[in-house]
């Protein structure tokens, strides 16, 4: 009887326990009114589009400089950008679908074509004709589709460490897990902030600058209403639009472009910079050491310096 009773105990003990390890690692997606709290400020507006509401930010005046964030992010990390070009530009970032407080889009569509698509009506809506246009990673190949088919709408192209051209490097673990069944049902419910550290320490060379708030951002917007089910659609979305036709894209930009890489990207490679230098034809490729693949945010000032540069010398 007492060893029956003892082994009742031990069964409890480890029920509790495993009760409350489900409970440090399942998060609730978090209602948008509620991140506005934090996230939104006084610049922050949101904008109808596609059955969406978008959420922008439109700071200073100027000529207008267009900034659009990667997979994952938010327009906070333009944050250092932003506060510096205001003073001489008006800025203009925004949310993209599936990601930040914008979060899904209905129809669940997240090609390249989709994407450019709503940029262009996001920008009709805000009586934008003509602007510098700046994308990273994800943001960076939506601009240079954007840039090769409304070449009369970009002044100049700021591509920072973009994606677009094929790599031999396998993908993140995160998009392979965005992939694989099972996982990725468990990915709707378990998110840890583990799981979005390790993401940022893939994405920034320097571990060091990643603190908690930083973690903390990038967790809130993960856990946004449907932006885990956007993720996993988008993950799922094949952008390969064959080596060929993306070449034949590139070569035919004639738009004025710098581009802008970190030395030490684990996502996409220096290689990659490289090449879209070498078929852009009006383009120039600075590289930051001890970078990774968000240069604008890990490395606001070096790139800062870069694109201003490049913005006053022509």
């Given at each position: 009887?007492?060893n029956?009773?003892?082994?009742?105990?031990?069964?409890y003990?480890i029920l509790?326990?495993?009760?409350?390890?489900?409970q440090s690692?399942y998060?609730s997606?978090?209602?948008?009114?509620?991140?506005?709290?934090?996230y939104?400020?006084?610049?922050?507006?949101?904008?109808e589009?596609?059955?969406?509401q978008?959420?922008?930010?439109?700071?200073g005046?100027?000529f207008?400089?267009?900034l659009v964030h990667?997979?994952?992010?938010?327009?906070?990390?333009?944050d250092k950008?932003?506060?510096?070009?205001?003073?001489n530009?008006?800025?203009i970032?925004?949310?993209?679908?599936?990601?930040?407080?914008?979060?899904?889009?209905?129809?669940?569509?997240?090609?390249?074509?989709?994407y450019?698509?709503f940029?262009?009506d996001?920008?009709?809506?805000?009586n934008?004709?003509?602007?510098?246009l700046?994308?990273?990673?994800?943001?960076g190949?939506?601009?240079?589709?954007?840039?090769?088919?409304?070449?009369?709408?970009?002044?100049?192209?700021i591509?920072?460490?973009?994606s677009?051209?094929?790599?031999?490097?396998?993908?993140?673990?995160?998009?392979k897990?965005?992939?694989?069944?099972?996982?990725?049902?468990?990915?709707?419910?378990?998110?840890p902030?583990?799981?979005?550290?390790k993401?940022l320490?893939?994405?920034?060379e320097?571990?060091?600058?990643?603190?908690?708030?930083?973690?903390t951002?990038y967790h809130?917007?993960?856990?946004?209403?449907g932006?885990?089910?956007?993720?996993?659609?988008?993950?799922?979305t094949d952008?390969?639009?064959?080596?060929?036709?993306q070449?034949d894209?590139?070569k035919?930009?004639?738009?004025?472009?710098l581009?802008?890489?970190?030395?030490?990207?684990?996502?996409?490679?220096?290689?990659?910079?490289?090449?879209m230098?070498?078929?852009?034809?009006?383009?120039k490729l600075?590289?930051?050491?001890?970078?990774g693949h968000?240069?604008m945010?890990?490395?606001?000032?070096?790139?800062?310096k870069?694109?201003?540069?490049?913005?006053?010398?022509?």
């Amino acid at each position: 009887m007492k060893n029956r009773l003892k082994q009742k105990y031990i069964y409890y003990g480890i029920l509790v326990v495993l009760v409350f390890f489900i409970q440090s690692i399942y998060y609730s997606d978090i209602p948008l009114e509620k991140l506005k709290e934090t996230y939104a400020n006084e610049f922050s507006q949101f904008i109808e589009i596609d059955g969406m509401q978008v959420h922008f930010r439109d700071e200073g005046k100027g000529f207008p400089i267009v900034l659009v964030h990667g997979t994952a992010a938010s327009l906070h990390t333009w944050d250092k950008w932003a506060q510096s070009l205001r003073n001489n530009y008006r800025v203009i970032r925004l949310d993209l679908p599936a990601f930040g407080l914008t979060g899904p889009n209905s129809s669940g569509d997240y090609s390249i074509d989709t994407y450019t698509k709503f940029l262009d009506d996001f920008l009709i809506k805000l009586n934008i004709q003509k602007f510098h246009l700046a994308g990273n990673s994800l943001g960076g190949n939506i601009a240079w589709n954007y840039a090769a088919e409304y070449p009369e709408k970009v002044d100049k192209l700021i591509l920072v460490d973009a994606s677009g051209l094929p790599t031999n490097k396998p993908q993140p673990w995160i998009f392979k897990m965005a992939k694989t069944p099972v996982l990725n049902t468990l990915f709707l419910g378990l998110t840890p902030k583990t799981i979005i550290r390790k993401n940022l320490e893939q994405v920034y060379e320097d571990d060091t600058k990643i603190d908690d708030n930083l973690v903390t951002r990038y967790h809130d917007m993960a856990l946004r209403e449907g932006n885990r089910q956007a993720f996993i659609d988008r993950a799922k979305t094949d952008f390969k639009l064959g080596d060929f036709k993306q070449t034949d894209i590139l070569k035919g930009i004639k738009t004025e472009t710098l581009i802008i890489w970190g030395e030490n990207d684990l996502w996409i490679p220096l290689d990659n910079g490289k090449r879209m230098n070498s078929l852009i034809k009006n383009s120039k490729l600075n590289i930051i050491k001890n970078s990774g693949h968000v240069p604008m945010e890990e490395n606001p000032e070096e790139s800062l310096k870069l694109l201003k540069d490049f913005l006053n010398e022509y």
